[in-house]
């Protein structure tokens, strides 16, 4: 297990971050020199491990500009970004303003700073995208001004240090693996049975062929020395995609529904595919 000295809360809100289910995957990191994220998402297990080094990727360019505007002009993007975390900005005309803003917006730290003030105070913070690639998550009406992480943010950005994070494809970062690598990966979610799973972390859709693909790289790494970790939902489709895998089950809380009924524990799944 490479659990961090100091393990830190990310400073985004993440639908299916880890945080609350990282009990359940850090003890199933093996010993590697790097770890690979190919779904960095908030960077909830990122911030628990200690690994020498990390490559973290995401299909989400936004999310990674944010990523690498902190660990490479941190004291610039606290700047731009605390102004947003005001009372004037607490309104739903300021935010679709900045939402506009945003879409069209062409300096990366200006930018990844609204992408942060969107993503607090957004709905739930989800990260919706429109057929056209327009950021279109609706305002949270959030009861108060919502804290600004600035710990969080210079924490995430110290760790950083041992990070590259790249706008890539999942499979693009899979094919870089190394030896003494360790790949965890955390895709959008299978449907669960019968019910429906959010996958708009981006303008592309993760459909049933990407998940197929996901899993067929994992088990091509593990005959080359590779251990993989993959999370989803506990369902009858992922059971099948990770056949020849240690499965490990649990509860996790989800909370993306506005309403409070459709919220609470559901099934995940941790496929650990290691060498023989």
Same mark, same amino acid.
């Given at each position: 297990?490479?659990?961090? /000295?100091?393990?830190?809360?990310?400073?985004?809100?993440?639908?299916?971050?880890?945080?609350?289910?990282?009990?359940?995957?850090?003890?199933?990191?093996?010993?590697?020199?790097?770890?690979?994220?190919?779904?960095?998402?908030?960077?909830?297990?990122?911030?628990?491990?200690?690994?020498?080094?990390?490559?973290?990727?995401?299909?989400?360019?936004?999310?990674?500009?944010?990523?690498?505007? =902190?660990?490479?002009?941190?004291?610039?993007?606290?700047?731009?970004?605390?102004?947003?975390?005001?009372?004037?900005?607490?309104?739903?005309?300021?935010?679709?303003?900045?939402?506009? /803003?945003?879409?069209?917006?062409?300096?990366?730290?200006?930018?990844?700073?609204?992408?942060?003030?969107?993503?607090?105070?957004?709905?739930?913070?989800?990260?919706?995208?429109?057929?056209?690639?327009?950021?279109?998550?609706?305002?949270?009406?959030?009861?108060?001004?919502?804290?600004?992480?600035?710990?969080?943010?210079?924490?995430?950005?110290?760790?950083?240090?041992?990070?590259?994070? =790249?706008?890539?494809?999942?499979?693009?970062?899979?094919?870089?693996?190394?030896?003494?690598?360790?790949?965890?990966?955390?895709?959008?979610?299978?449907?669960?049975?019968?019910?429906?799973?959010?996958?708009?972390?981006?303008?592309?859709?993760?459909?049933?062929?990407?998940?197929?693909?996901?899993?067929?790289?994992?088990?091509?790494?593990?005959?080359?020395?590779?251990? =993989?970790?993959?999370?989803?939902?506990?369902?009858?489709?992922?059971?099948?995609?990770?056949?020849?895998?240690?499965?490990?089950?649990?509860?996790?809380?989800?909370?993306?529904?506005?309403?409070?009924?459709?919220?609470?524990?559901?099934?995940?799944?941790?496929?650990?595919?290691?060498?023989?």
């Amino acid at each position: 297990m490479f659990q961090a /000295a100091r393990p830190a809360k990310p400073f985004l809100k993440w639908v299916g971050g880890k945080t609350r289910v990282l009990h359940h995957i850090i003890p199933r990191l093996p010993a590697g020199r790097r770890l690979i994220e190919p779904f960095v998402g908030g960077g909830a297990v990122f911030l628990a491990t200690g690994y020498e080094e990390y490559l973290l990727g995401d299909a989400n360019v936004h999310l990674v500009e944010l990523f690498q505007a =902190v660990s490479e002009n941190r004291d610039e993007f606290i700047r731009v970004a605390e102004q947003y975390f005001n009372e004037q900005y607490r309104t739903a005309e300021q935010y679709l303003s900045v939402r506009s /803003a945003f879409n069209h917006e062409q300096d990366a730290v200006t930018r990844a700073a609204q992408f942060l003030y969107l993503n607090r105070h957004g709905f739930n913070g989800l990260c919706r995208y429109n057929n056209r690639g327009g950021f279109n998550t609706p305002y949270g009406h959030p009861a108060r001004v919502p804290r600004f992480p600035r710990e969080e943010i210079v924490v995430f950005s110290e760790h950083a240090r041992r990070a590259k994070f =790249v706008s890539a494809d999942f499979s693009e970062l899979m094919d870089a693996v190394r030896p003494d690598d360790v790949v965890y990966c955390d895709p959008p979610y299978l449907d669960r049975d019968g019910a429906r799973s959010f996958t708009g972390y981006g303008p592309g859709g993760f459909d049933m062929q990407r998940q197929e693909e996901l899993a067929s790289i994992a088990k091509r790494l593990v005959a080359r020395g590779v251990t =993989v970790l993959i999370s989803n939902h506990d369902c009858e489709k992922a059971r099948q995609l990770y056949v020849g895998a240690e499965i490990f089950s649990f509860t996790a809380r989800r909370s993306v529904s506005a309403a409070a009924d459709k919220r609470g524990e559901v099934g995940e799944l941790l496929a650990v595919f290691s060498p023989k």
